[in-house]
Nanobody, 115 residues
């Protein structure tokens, strides 16, 4: 069982920035694709960004140019740098690890963009 722990959420004004962190309990980046999802009230959970074990990165269209996903293998940590935040980014953000046979989720961290 891999544990994922997100942190870094909070309340930020429109145009502001936050950096989310996801710490994995094991060194899994060699075998897992790491992703950030988000879920706003009344909406389905949606994929925001991912980074594969090979380093391929992709983003949801609406966050391209504003969000950056990265990882620190030595710290077993994946980051999501979020800039130019707007109200539509308000959601619970979840870390996800997907391997060939298993998928793990973190507990989520709330991001609220409001003035």
């Amino acid at each position: 069982q891999v544990l994922l722990a997100e942190s870094g959420g909070g309340l930020v004004q429109p145009g502001g920035s936050l950096r989310l962190s996801c710490v994995a309990s094991e060194n899994i980046f060699t075998y897992y694709t790491m992703s950030w999802y988000r879920q706003a009230p009344g909406n389905q959970r949606e994929l925001v960004a991912y980074i594969t074990n090979g380093g391929t990165i992709n983003y949801k269209e609406s966050v391209k140019g504003r969000f950056t996903i990265s990882r620190d293998n030595a710290r077993n940590t994946v980051y999501l740098q979020m800039n130019s935040l707007n109200a539509e980014d308000t959601a619970v953000y979840y870390c996800n690890a997907r391997g060939a046979e298993n998928t793990f989720w973190g507990q989520g961290t709330q991001v609220t963009v409001s003035s």
